[in-house]
């Protein structure tokens, strides 16, 4: 008997896209370009995360249409958001036949105390965390993929560096802890202690865990490869650069060879000025999108 | 016995620990230099739009398929399969372009109809394989020379040619290393 939805099949799609960039288009013809440049799937949406900043107002899910346009287009996965919590929207997305859906800060949240009960689902999910309890408590949930949070739209990697490194130090420190300690240890971090254990064995997360927010350069992609990501998640900075087909492969590139600094200068030239960017001192509380969610 | 392990994207740390497992030295191939004294290739599961590309990008294309050609043993899982194939249904050119197969693409759906089942593999035993099927391929024709080693619900998923071998699916997500350990009986005949 053949069983769809299962753990192993849903984690194993996440394995697939390892060591790929993911990036965010809003429409066909920038979802070609993201093919052709060799990303490995791409985020579905209405408008990418530095125009959704500049938007404001309530962030949802994007039209129908535009996800289908985008999976008429390409052969490769195609991601969408919805929004935290929205039980709808991820099963519209679902029912729309998406390959992964992303439960995202992005979007404003539709529900401020509980995510989505992502075991209740066939399609897979990924979600952000900026350590390793809230990691857990979403592969709890279900997740089957997890990203950094970042602060998305920024173009400032700031925020991915801090979650990528506390993620891989919390790691590290289970890893090395004695059994005795890891009850206390899922207490602290707020996450259940059968997934510690699991951490503890593994000495990684038991999912696929890839960079996400902020990453605007080929240089920016390969420090978050450098850091521990299984691949990364590019949003506006390569369709808000000058050149996005140039850039979109030298991102791709970057990350297939992410300690190869020669060959990363080499992509780096000559690639026209990145998205402008945003320092994170400059962003009011409310501003923040890494802090929705819990 | 020193097995290359294409390492462009995809899932290939899990394929470099079951073959490290079975006792095989290992060595990711991301550049022509890495393919230097290897015995046998494995082309991981992944993305075979993004392999393909980074296969040419790297000039890796001609030397692997030369490698093929003289009768190092190449096993493709999934992406691997696409990539290895002489003939893609609705794709203008082949990759690697070793085996005489014609494979269709993400035959079984989306994600959402990616599936598990237990798959009957004669040429490794009675016992029936746990099989991971996502987004996966399959091949619509084989040559001559071709030797099915399973099929799914009337679809050949699995396959032989000499010294190549390719899989819809995926057994390095799974438990079971018999099918990577009849690839090593594979490259230890060559030697």
New interface residues.
């Given amino acids: 008997?053949?069983?769809?939805?299962?753990e192993?099949?849903k984690r194993?799609?996440a394995?697939?896209?390892?060591?790929?960039v993911i990036m965010d288009v809003v429409n066909a013809e920038q979802a070609k370009i993201a093919?052709?440049?060799?990303?490995?799937?791409v985020m579905a949406l209405e408008r990418v995360p530095s125009d959704i900043r500049a938007a404001g107002g309530v962030a949802r899910m994007a039209d129908p249409t535009i996800v289908e346009e985008v999976m008429n287009a390409v052969?490769?996965?195609v991601m969408a958001k919805c929004r935290i919590g929205h039980i709808v929207e991820a099963r519209v997305l679902?029912a729309l036949?998406?390959?992964?859906i992303d439960e995202s800060e992005v979007l404003t949240p539709a529900d401020d105390k509980f995510h989505l009960n992502k075991k209740a689902f066939?399609?897979?999910f990924v979600c952000g965390a900026r350590d390793l309890g809230e990691a857990l408590r979403r592969i709890a949930e279900g997740a089957s993929m997890i990203r950094t949070k970042g602060e998305p739209g920024t173009g400032n990697i700031v925020e991915a560096v801090k979650h990528q490194r506390m993620m891989q130090a919390q790691i590290r420190k289970i890893q090395n802890m004695s059994e005795d300690e890891l009850v206390a240890e899922a207490k602290n971090l707020g996450a259940p202690y059968e997934l510690v254990y699991e951490v503890h064995k593994l000495g990684k997360l038991p999912v696929v865990n890839f960079a996400a927010g902020g990453v605007a350069t080929p240089a920016d992609a390969a420090l978050m490869m450098e850091l521990g990501s299984d691949g990364v998640f590019v949003g506006s900075g390569i369709f808000k650069s000058e050149n996005p087909e140039k850039y979109a492969r030298a991102i791709?590139?970057a990350t297939?060879?992410y300690k190869d600094y020669e060959l990363i200068a080499e992509l780096s030239k000559g690639l026209g000025p990145a998205m402008k960017g945003i320092d994170l001192n400059t962003l009011r509380d409310e501003e923040r999108m890494a802090t929705r969610g819990w | 016995m020193k097995i290359g392990v294409l390492a462009l994207q995809g899932a290939f740390q899990e394929h470099q620990e079951m073959l490290e497992q079975l006792g095989a030295e290992t060595v990711l191939v991301k550049k022509p230099e890495h393919l230097e004294g290897i015995d046998g290739l494995v082309v991981p599961g992944g993305e075979s739009t993004t392999m393909g590309k980074l296969l040419r990008e790297y000039n890796l294309l001609d030397p692997i398929r030369a490698m093929g050609q003289q009768g190092m043993p190449v096993f493709g899982t999934c992406a691997g399969m696409i990539v290895m194939a002489k003939a893609i249904q609705g794709a203008d050119e082949p990759h690697l372009a070793l085996m005489d197969v014609e494979v269709n693409r993400n035959s079984f759906g989306r994600q959402i109809n990616s599936f598990e089942t237990d798959l009957d593999i004669p040429a490794i035993g009675d016992e029936p394989f746990p099989a991971v099927f996502i987004r996966a391929p399959h091949i619509t024709r084989v040559g001559d020379n071709v030797k099915v080693l399973s099929t799914y619900e009337d679809r050949v998923v699995a396959a032989q040619q000499g010294n190549l071998l390719a899989l819809s699916f995926h057994p390095e997500l799974t438990g079971d290393n018999r099918i990577h350990k009849y690839f090593l009986s594979l490259v230890e005949e060559q030697k």
């Fill in positions: 008997m053949a069983k769809t939805g299962t192993v099949v194993g799609m394995e697939m896209q390892k060591g790929g093919e052709a440049a060799g990303a490995v799937a052969s490769i996965p679902e036949g998406v390959d992964y066939t399609v897979p791709v590139q297939t060879h």
